[in-house]
């Protein structure tokens, strides 16, 4: 890791330090990767499935969704009976609120569950020197019509990674502290950043770059032996999120490019 202030003239949230430039000389030996999806010659593509409790989400989400039936169920039946709100219009606004409420709080749950894709894979290209990311958007505000994949391609010279780790409270007082590896594309020759995406999250603190490093300088011969490929689409039957999901697919265009060399 390098100097104690940051390169970039905008560091990630959590910054901690600037690693490696992307063609400085390998001094260590890469370690395993994480998850690899494929390895060759031509491509290596990392998974960067981030979403570990996304059977948690559902299982929330289903629990609210019911709760919300049993509450709907039960105050329309008091309000059109006039045993308990009577129909003033207080009571009745507050009604309207609750059940908006009920509506979107399973809503954004399973959203979350399901709507994102199996995984986020990201393909390193050596003979291109470019990087392809599959990625998908989110807000909150715009759920769900704004929720969608996304597809990006960045030239490998115009990377920079970042360590970082954040710390944040809990609504019992306790302490969750997350770390992981950032990649910001920067203009060419200026540290000036135009988007950022992950690497990793919650599995190292650079480790993964290096491994990154190592395969764009010096193919997959100098990476360690790889026991077992990840398949993206394919997932246990007991992960009831992740077999709701979309499946991975990349764009037609960009599948094939990503995978092959320049002609």
């Known amino acids: 890791m390098s100097r104690k202030s940051p390169i970039l003239n905008q560091p990630c949230p959590g910054w901690q330090a600037d690693l490696p430039p992307t063609n400085n000389p390998i001094s260590i030996k890469a370690r395993p990767s ?7 010659s031509t491509y290596l593509e ?8 996304r059977n948690i989400t559902l299982l929330l989400g289903t629990a609210q969704l019911m709760t919300s039936i049993i509450f709907f169920t ?9 045993n308990f709100f009577g129909f003033d219009p207080t009571m009745i606004g507050l009604y ?17 569950a399901i709507l994102p ?19 998908f958007k989110q807000n909150w505000l715009t759920f769900p ?9 960045f030239d490998w010279d115009d990377l920079h990674a970042e360590f970082w780790r954040r710390r944040a409270f809990t609504p019992q007082g306790g302490l969750i502290i997350t ?29 993964s770059w290096d491994y990154v490093r190592t395969y764009m300088q010096h193919g ?24 709701l999901a979309p499946k991975v697919k990349w764009p037609a265009a960009m599948d094939v490019e990503s995978r092959s060399g320049p002609t």
Not at 46 to 53: A, D, K, Y
Not at 145 to 153: A, E, F, G, M, P
Not at 179 to 201: C, E, H, M, Q, Y
Not at 221 to 237: Q, R, S, T
């Open 34 to 40: 994480p998850r690899a999806n494929s390895l060759s």
């Open 46 to 53: 990392l998974s960067r499935n981030v979403s570990t409790r």
């Open 74 to 82: 039960w105050s329309t039946k008091m309000l059109f009976s006039n």
């Open 96 to 112: 309207v609120g609750a059940i908006i409420f009920v509506i979107i709080a399973p809503a954004f749950l399973l959203g979350a």
């Open 117 to 135: 894709p199996r995984d986020c894979p990201i393909r390193f290209n050596r003979l291109r020197r470019k990087v392809y990311v599959y990625d």
């Open 145 to 153: 019509t704004r929720w969608r994949v996304t597809t990006h391609s």
């Open 179 to 207: 770390w992981g590896v950032s990649i910001a594309v920067v203009k060419p020759d200026t540290n000036v950043v135009i988007t950022r995406f992950p690497l990793t999250v919650c599995q190292d603190e650079g480790s």
């Open 220 to 243: 997959p011969d100098a990476l360690p032996p790889i026991e077992k490929f990840n398949d993206p689409n394919d997932v246990p039957p007991h992960n009831l999120a992740l077999r």
